[in-house]
């Protein structure tokens, strides 16, 4: 394969590397901001009216559900 590109095997694991770097961080970049975001959601619980009708209310508020 390096002599088809014309690089030298060293070029191509350090190109394979930089390639799995790049990936790896944005994959992280991806997991932290889903974590940040359910975190930030966690704060709101399911509730029920009575009448069949999905709805929300903050988490530690006395108030009632309101439509979600």
Do not use: T
Not at 17 to 30: D, G, L, N, P, S
Not at 36 to 56: F, M
């Amino acid at each position: 394969m390096a002599d088809a590109r014309h690089r030298s095997a060293h070029w191509l694991v350090r190109e394979a590397i930089h390639q799995y770097v790049e990936r790896e961080e944005k994959r992280e970049a991806f997991r932290q901001d889903a974590m940040s975001a359910w975190n930030e959601s966690s704060h709101w619980l399911a509730c029920d009216d009575g009448r069949g009708r999905r709805l929300a209310r903050q988490a530690g508020s006395s108030k009632g559900c309101r439509a979600a």
